[in-house]
């Protein structure tokens, strides 16, 4: 089998079309605030592609770029001023922060309705109960692609490789709302090629270049790669390797042009979200 590859550029640019007509009905714009701290490049990179995103979707965003030395106080005391915004629908502050500020309480002082990261231990439990507002981006996109290919995840075997707050919980989560078998495997999983052969869907989000083999997946598996890795020759590149597993598979995401647009998109789409909740639309 040749997978068919899945293209999360062109599907994220639908996603935010969609976005963009349903902010034209709104009464109010969205509005987005982006918190970013020091002078990560790579934060930098993300923050200013949310930036455009938000643009492209006629959603209003303001950028507060703030030094490395910023004290904990003056995040906090940004995050109450954001919180109390009427203009402001999402407030996203980009991780990793410097050494010395607290990113736990950072995230639990936005307020949970304005929380489009869905990173708040409310939304975070809402999540766990089915009853969510917001999805995870990441996790949000992934379910997204498999939808835009028409694979159902309905009594499929899901195989998630990592359990990280922000890609594996929140994606087993997802796949079991939609009725998947899922198993979470993660660094001290014994057999874990054997654990990846009996996948029918398998995510990985470990950060491991060359994790997944051939070997490790089942003939027509749907494979979703959502890790970001640079190789010795300072290229992007996932957990799995593309060319071998690309021949084995059903349905592979590339690394770039697969899960990352869709996080991007599905951000707008969490912005969008918030905004119906403050009665714009
Ligand atoms: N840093 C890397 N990915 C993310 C993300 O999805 N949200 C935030 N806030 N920071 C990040």
Known sequence: MSA??????????QVKERVRQQVETFSQRPGLAVILVGDNPASRVYV???KRDCAECGIYSEEYTLPAQTSQRELLELVEALNGRADVDGILCQL????????RAVLRAIAPDKDVDCFHPYNVGELMIGEQSFQPCTPAGVM???DAYGIDVAGKHAVVLGRSNIVGKPQAMLLLQRNATVTICHSRTPDLAEQCRRADILVAAVGQEGLVTADMVKEGAVVIDVAMNRNAAGKLCGDVCFEEVAQKASY????????GPMTRAMLMVN???AARLHGKG
Request: hydrophobic share 40%.
């Open 4 to 13: 068919t590859i899945i293209d999360g550029k062109a599907l994220a640019a």
């Open 96 to 103: 990793p922060l410097p050494q010395g500020l607290d990113e």
């Open 271 to 273: 912005t969008l979200t």
């Open 252 to 259: 592979i995401t590339p690394v770039p042009g697969g899960v």
């Open 48 to 50: 200013d592609g949310k």
């Open 144 to 146: 997204e692609m498999l």
